[in-house]
């Protein structure tokens, strides 16, 4: 099945700090959604990145969706040691296709 | 009010056995999916039904038995256990979505964390 590329694989953030993950595809996206879960936790549901170019912002979130619809990005700024976990990307069409995902850890 | 639940939690049992896991949603909504993630929390889909439909099977071995009685609900049964099969699995749903070419949110259940000795 076509997959989506998320790098990296693990990000070791000092608290404070801004880290970004990336998730890339090599065909067009309709859209892609992203996902944290937390340590023995589940996915929860962050965002719908729908339309070329979209930038969304929750707090310190910033996702943002590439011009070609071939790429998406997470930023955090000043991480925090509640932003630990792993966030995936995934790509939506008749299924969500995850990406191996980026785990976050923090440190104080 | 829990929205997706899943039962049970954690389920450890020997190989050649077979188990069930339950899941329920309450949300209302059409398709439901169950989903394995495996020790390096690669997520992958395994089936999707929509009003009790079985509209997606990912290559699952057929000792996996997905049953929907209803469109709340869809379970798990798995015959003939193996190592392999150690995993978490998660049930979710979400409604279809219509104009923008991909399916809704996904609303996870809490996960059963299966382990087979």
């Known amino acids: 099945g076509q997959q989506v590329m998320q790098i990296p694989q693990y990000q070791h953030v000092q608290e404070g700090e801004d880290f970004t993950t990336y998730c890339n595809s090599s065909?067009?996206?309709?859209?892609i959604q992203w996902y944290k879960q937390r340590p023995g936790g589940h996915p929860v549901f962050l965002i719908q990145?729908?339309?070329?170019?979209e930038v969304k912002k929750q707090k310190r979130l910033t996702f943002q969706f590439g011009e070609a619809k071939k790429n998406s990005s997470l930023h955090i700024t000043a991480t925090q040691t509640t932003d630990v976990g792993t966030y995936f990307c995934?790509?939506?069409?008749?299924?969500?296709?995850f990406g191996a995902g980026t785990t976050v850890t923090v440190r104080a | 009010d829990t929205a997706v639940s899943q039962t049970p939690k954690y389920l450890v049992t020997q190989m050649g056995n077979d188990k069930s896991i339950k899941c329920e949603q309450n949300?209302?909504?059409?398709?439901m999916y169950w989903y394995k993630q495996d020790s390096k929390k690669f997520l992958k889909i395994m089936f999707s039904?929509?009003?009790?439909?079985?509209?997606i099977n990912e290559t699952v071995p057929n000792r996996f038995s997905p049953k929907s009685p209803d469109k709340a609900h869809l379970n798990l049964h798995i015959n003939s256990l193996e190592l392999g099969d150690s995993a978490v699995y998660f049930c979710a749903s979400s409604q279809v979505l219509t104009g923008t070419g991909g399916i809704g949110k996904q609303y996870f259940g809490p996960g059963t964390r299966l382990t087979v000795t």
């Open positions: 949300l209302g909504h059409d398709t």
């Open positions: 039904y929509n009003n009790k439909e079985l509209i």
């Open positions: 065909t067009t996206l309709s859209n």
């Open positions: 990145l729908v339309k070329s170019g």
């Open positions: 995934a790509r939506s069409d008749y299924k969500l296709s």
